[in-house]
């Protein structure tokens, strides 16, 4: 009799200590709930300030710190009432998981790493012009995985944003403006000072021509039948069809005026030698076509 009342003794003792482990890890699990409401909100509102345009972004760092927040509180509250081995085998289990997760998911959480990286350095943005991974467009949407980028032949190309930062890009919106090369040629016979007065005073009528920048002419090399040149100005650039313009006007204009100045216009030449033995010279004898 007296063994079974320290047994129920013992008993009662076991279950007021469990019950208030238990009320403890409530607590503590509730501590951390409410502590992870607070720092989400917090972080969301924070996050929005930085990434003003980007509200997914705030929204995914605020839910990241929330949910590993409750999860350190959960595994607090299994140690307080002593289910450690439950804790042990639910972080092996998480770390075998996790290793799988991670050769699963490793494309996704770079790409989602990334667009982190490029809505925080802001290397461009919505509605500039740019070129990515080979592709040449405007920009229309930057989201955690990818970037869309509407093409001038008018496809989407969606580019992985982890391509973003493993190759070089070009930002063609950066500084608001965009340089016009003109490259063409002209005949050995043509005089190139008056060649380069007449390109230079061409180039002065165009309107989109930034006039507080230089504009340049330069001979770079001597071709097969031709002396070659370049001209290099700068025009206002927000759109492609600013430069498609720019550069339409150009070569009009210089076709027309050439054509007026009796300057002769690069173009493919090739020479036929026949006096070489055994040849036919055309100025000396007519060549002669048989069926």
Not at 8 to 29: C, E, M, P, Q, R
Not at 38 to 62: E, G, P
Not at 183 to 190: E, F, H, K
Not at 223 to 233: A, K, L, N, W
């Amino acid at each position: 009799m007296q063994n079974v009342e320290q047994l129920i003794g013992i008993t009662k003792d076991s279950a007021i200590t469990f019950f208030s482990k238990v009320a403890f890890a409530v607590l503590i699990f509730a501590a951390f709930y409410f502590v992870a409401n607070f720092l989400r909100q917090y972080c969301l509102k924070f996050y929005k300030k930085i990434f003003k345009k980007q509200h997914s972004v705030a929204n995914f760092i605020s839910f990241v710190i929330y949910v590993l927040l409750l999860i350190i509180g959960g595994f607090t509250a299994l140690e307080i009432i002593g289910l450690e081995g439950i804790v042990t085998k639910m972080l092996a289990g998480a770390g075998l998981l996790g290793v799988v997760a991670g050769f699963a998911f490793k494309e996704i959480g770079s790409n989602i790493f990334a667009g982190v990286l490029i809505n925080a350095q802001r290397p461009f943005k919505v509605g500039e012009w740019v070129e990515v991974g080979g592709h040449f467009g405007q920009v229309s949407d930057i989201s955690m995985i990818t970037t869309s980028i509407k093409t001038p032949t008018g496809q989407e190309v969606f580019v992985p944003n982890q391509v973003i930062f493993q190759a070089a890009f070009t930002n063609y919106s950066s500084y608001g403006k965009r340089r016009v090369v003109f490259q063409s040629g002209v005949s050995y016979g043509d005089d190139l000072e008056k060649v380069r007065c007449v390109a230079l005073e061409e180039i002065g009528h165009i309107k989109a021509v930034l006039s507080d920048q230089p504009v340049d002419f330069y001979f770079t090399s001597v071709g097969s039948s031709t002396y070659d040149f370049e001209v290099r100005f700068w025009i206002k650039f927000k759109n492609q069809t600013d430069y498609l313009e720019a550069m339409n006007e150009t070569i009009m204009r210089i076709k027309k005026r050439f054509e007026q100045e009796d300057i002769s216009l690069a173009y493919s030449v090739m020479s036929l030698d026949f006096g070489v033995k055994g040849g036919v010279n055309l100025f000396d004898k007519g060549l002669k076509i048989e069926k």
